[in-house]
């Protein structure tokens, strides 16, 4: 009697304990979990994005002044070699005028020897063919200088110019047209390719 009665205070007082519900988050919340993460993730890509948009700006402004720095440095080179080759042009240009300008300027007074032989033998009872001779050789002369560039300044009855004309003498005159006029040349002058290798010596009337 006493066993069964034990045993039933054992069964009685064996209650079940409760079963644990499993721990499952209501669906909006795992919906709003999921979003958040999503742009958290979205959120570090564009952060990655403008860091490396940043690095590629920066690289691309030191690469458009390094390109700016060497445009610069060749048009200064550019311009140096230019300048160097216009000025040893010229200067050899000017040496070659130069040597040319000494050796023609030689032939000047057998020019002048030759016009005053033209003159005396014309005046003088010179056979014909002495006359003719002279002049031939004066002609050809003055052909082949002419071929050189040297031209013979026309001096005779034209303005004073001190550009070209070098006065020997002032002389009065009457006609007033003739004044500051040149009334007489004593030397004829000349230019090689436009520049004065000699100044006419003349006479200008005031």
């Not at 030759?114 to 003088?124: I, N």
Request: with cysteine; proline share 4%; glycine share 4%.
């Amino acid at each position: 009697m006493d066993m069964e009665k034990e045993k039933t205070d054992n069964i009685e007082n064996q209650t079940p304990a409760p079963e644990e519900s499993p721990v499952n988050p209501h669906p909006e919340e795992k919906e709003r979990d999921r979003k958040k993460r999503k742009i958290a993730e979205q959120a570090e890509k564009i952060r990655e994005q403008e860091e490396k948009i940043k690095k590629m700006t920066e690289e691309t402004e030191r690469l458009k002044e390094a390109v700016a720095d060497a445009r610069d440095q060749y048009i200064r080179l550019q311009a140096e070699w230019d300048n160097y080759r216009r000025r040893t042009a010229k200067e050899r240009l000017e040496l070659i005028d130069n040597a040319g300008k000494d050796i023609l300027s030689g032939f000047l007074p057998v020019l002048d020897d030759c016009q005053r032989a033209m003159q005396v033998l014309r005046e003088s009872d010179a056979a014909a063919a002495a006359v003719e001779g002279t002049e031939l050789i004066y002609n050809k002369l003055t052909g082949y200088l002419k071929q050189k560039g040297v031209e013979r300044i026309e001096a005779m009855g034209a303005e004073f110019d001190t550009d070209y004309h070098e006065a020997v003498a002032r002389f009065p005159v009457e006609d007033p047209e003739k004044k500051n006029k040149v009334i007489d040349v004593t030397q004829e002058g000349y230019t090689l390719n436009g520049n004065v290798i000699r100044y006419s010596k003349v006479v200008v009337g005031i």
